[in-house]
């Protein structure tokens, strides 16, 4: 499996939220697991059992963020030092045969942003993207045959 790529701020983004899972959120679903276990019967408890969903749901997340941030890789979301696609960068590409232009992130998908997509850098689209600069034709077998793509634009 290839190493999880974030930038810093993803990557602090990230240790915050788990850290306030480890100690909040499991402060928070204890209680409520012990608020509902004090009503009673917990076999019709609607309650308890949406409170142990809640608990189910937040120790996979634990899981995964954790497993994501052991093997990470921080990398530099300098996008402006450099003309060429990163890890961290926004890139807009053109599909040959087609005038619109779209804008993509590349990276992991805990790098989103608002109103862009995110494209992995160990996809066959980032892999040919990787290390090239606008103006670059690349081009990549997708599920539906071999695409191009123009490279518009470098960074925000």
Same mark, same amino acid.
């Given at each position: ?32 697991? #012990? ?7 917990? *076999?019709? /408890?609607?309650?308890?059992?949406? @409170?142990?969903?809640? !608990? %189910? ?53 805990? #790098? ?7 494209? *992995?850098? /160990?996809?066959?689209?980032?892999? @040919?993207?990787?290390? !090239? %600069? ?23």
């Amino acid at each position: 499996m290839a190493q999880t790529q974030l930038t810093r701020d993803t990557f602090d983004r990230l240790q915050g939220e788990l850290e306030d899972l480890r100690t909040r959120g499991r402060v928070e679903i204890a209680r409520a697991i #012990e608020a509902a276990r004090a009503l009673g019967d917990l *076999s019709e /408890n609607g309650d308890y059992h949406a @409170a142990k969903d809640s !608990q %189910g749901k937040m120790e996979a997340r634990i899981r995964q963020l954790q497993g994501m941030l052991d093997g990470v890789e921080i990398v530099n979301s300098d996008a402006g030092s450099s003309d060429t696609v990163t890890t961290g960068v926004v890139v807009a590409l053109r599909y040959a045969g087609d005038d619109d232009v779209e804008r993509f992130l590349i990276g992991s998908i805990e #790098e989103r942003r608002e109103g862009v997509s995110i494209i *992995s850098p /160990n996809s066959p689209l980032g892999q @040919a993207l990787m290390g !090239q %600069g606008p103006g670059a034709h690349v081009s990549y077998e997708a599920p539906s045959g071999k695409l191009e793509v123009e490279i518009v634009a470098v960074g925000d």
